[in-house]
Structure formats: C-alpha cells, structure tokens
C-alpha cells in the first residue's frame, strides 16, 4: 500500500497561517481558523505542508486501503480558499444542497469547496455547511 502523504505534522499553524504570503488570504485563513474551532472545538493542526486540520479520524474501506485523516480542515491556497466537507460529496443531501444555494459564488470538487473571497460568501451559511459536514462525519467514523 502507498504511503500517505498527508499527515499531521508539527507544523505550527499559526505560523503557517502568518506565513501567507497574500495579506487577504492570510485573513481569510485566520477567519475560517476561528470558524472551525468554533464549530470543531478542536484545536488545530498542519496536515502535510497546507492543510489545517481539525480532529482525526481512522478509516478503512471494502478495498483495504486505510489511513487517518482530519476530520475537517481547510487550505488557504493561492487560487482559492479550500475546504475539505463532506457534505461536497452527497453525503448529507438535500440539507448541504439548500445551504450551497444561499452560500455566494463558489465551486465544488468531489470533497473540496472552492471559495475565492471569503467576504462574498454568507459565512453564517458557511459554519453551518462546516458543522453539517463536521457532524456527518463523526456519524460515519465514530472515535
């Protein structure tokens, strides 16, 4: 089996968040830090060289392939903030649907949400998609 490359590190993530080199998304970074300790009440940590992370998990699917991962989390990324929810992959249905639709102008990849500026999206709607995600989550993999 492949090793996995993302991993909690001990990386310090306030450092990394003032690391960033764009002054906007350095905020943004710091923002959505608030917002998932918020919901998460989790203290942060790095997860490979750009995601910040909160809580793990341990999984195992039918194929074999198994490894841990943070339970939510999001990446200040150059082109767009990146949020890694499970309600991006139909997990949690219809509800993440009508929460997407009030949201503002993002994108969407299978587990990933692509916000360009965090000051366009409603971040009320935002927490809520957060804890959405966070609570289907722990539903799947319980600790």
Known sequence: MAELKTRATEIDVAAFLDAVPDPRRRDEGRALDALYRKVTRCEPKMWGPS????GSYHYKYDS???????????SPRKAALTLYLDACDGAVGDEAEALFARLGPHSRGKSCLYIKRLDKVDTEVLEQLVRL????INARWPS
Do not use: C, L, P, Q
Not at 51 to 54: C, E, Q
Not at 133 to 136: I, V
């Open 51 to 54: 995601i910040v992370g909160y």
């Open 64 to 74: 074999g392939h198994e490894g841990t991962m943070a339970r939510a989390g999001f």
């Open 133 to 136: 995600s966070w609570n289907s």
